[in-house]
T-cell receptor, first 116, second 114 residues
Framework: DGGITQSPKYLFRKEGQNVTLSCEQN?????MYWYRQDPGQGLRLIYY???????QKGDIAEGYSVSREKKESFPLTVTSAQKNPTAFYLC???????????????FGPGTRLTVT | QQQVKQSPQSLIVQKGGIPIINCAYE??????FPWYQQFPGKGPALLIA?????SEKKEGRFTISFNKSAKQFSLHIMDSQPGDSATYFC?????????????FGEGTQLTVNP
């Protein structure tokens, strides 16, 4: 089955602890993205990576970090510096096509993080 | 200029009705406009997308209408069903200004009553 997996589905942490969210894809997609979704709100881009070993900040990168050591994997670390980390986190990927970008982004099932 | 404004915030229709969700953008460099459907607790799923060289695109019961001069696009759901009850997001991007980044609207919560 091809797709994007995020684990775990639910995650609970104490305030002050760093936590890493997993995102893996077997679609052979080049680009990967992390979004944050708060109740009743749209999707806000945290970080994205268009190729291995390279990534760019999105609109709300403060308090988050990422790595892209493998094409299939794009883990997100929520650090203790993130002031309001409780949210639904979504990972997505898209394939770059020759001659131009491919904008079709496909999303994983999400991880709901609760920090108390 | 990177914003996408979506309306209404919520929408209730009867089964068989035709809900219409509207989005407006400012950036004329945007050249790809997708719609996503999200059920509670799930990730968004790509529903349908359009590029500005056409004014309408249909896939099954879902239709996108695109007005380039007005910088607006809308989603119509024909013969809506209770199973269509979900949150719908529009988005936009353009390689020159955004690379592969999508800018999302704030979402519309659709309820289709039986």
């Amino acid at each position: 089955d091809g797709g994007i997996t995020q684990s775990p589905k639910y995650l609970f942490r104490k305030e002050g602890q760093n936590v890493t969210l997993s995102c893996e894809q077997n679609l052979n997609h080049d680009a990967m993205y992390w979004y944050r979704q708060d109740p009743g709100q749209g999707l806000r881009l945290i970080y994205y990576s268009q190729i291995v070993n390279d990534f760019q900040k999105g609109d709300i990168a403060e308090g988050y970090s990422v790595s892209r050591e493998k094409k299939e994997s794009f883990p997100l670390t929520v650090t203790s510096a993130q002031k309001n980390p409780t949210a639904f986190y979504l990972c997505a990927s898209s394939k770059q096509i020759p001659g131009g970008p491919s904008y079709e982004q496909y999303f994983g099932p999400g991880t709901r993080l609760t920090v108390t | 200029q990177q914003q996408v404004k979506q309306s209404p915030q919520s929408l209730i229709v009867q089964k068989g009705g035709i809900p219409i969700i509207n989005c407006a953008y400012e950036n004329t460099a945007f050249d790809y406009f997708p719609w996503y459907q999200q059920f509670p607790g799930k990730g968004p799923a790509l529903l349908i997308a359009i590029r500005p060289d056409v004014s309408e695109k249909k896939e099954g019961r879902f239709t996108i209408s695109f007005n380039k001069s007005a910088k607006q696009f809308s989603l119509h759901i024909m013969d809506s069903q209770p199973g269509d009850s979900a949150t719908y997001f529009c988005a936009a991007t353009g390689w020159e200004t955004s690379g592969s980044r999508l800018t999302f609207g704030e979402g519309t919560q659709l309820t289709v009553n039986p």
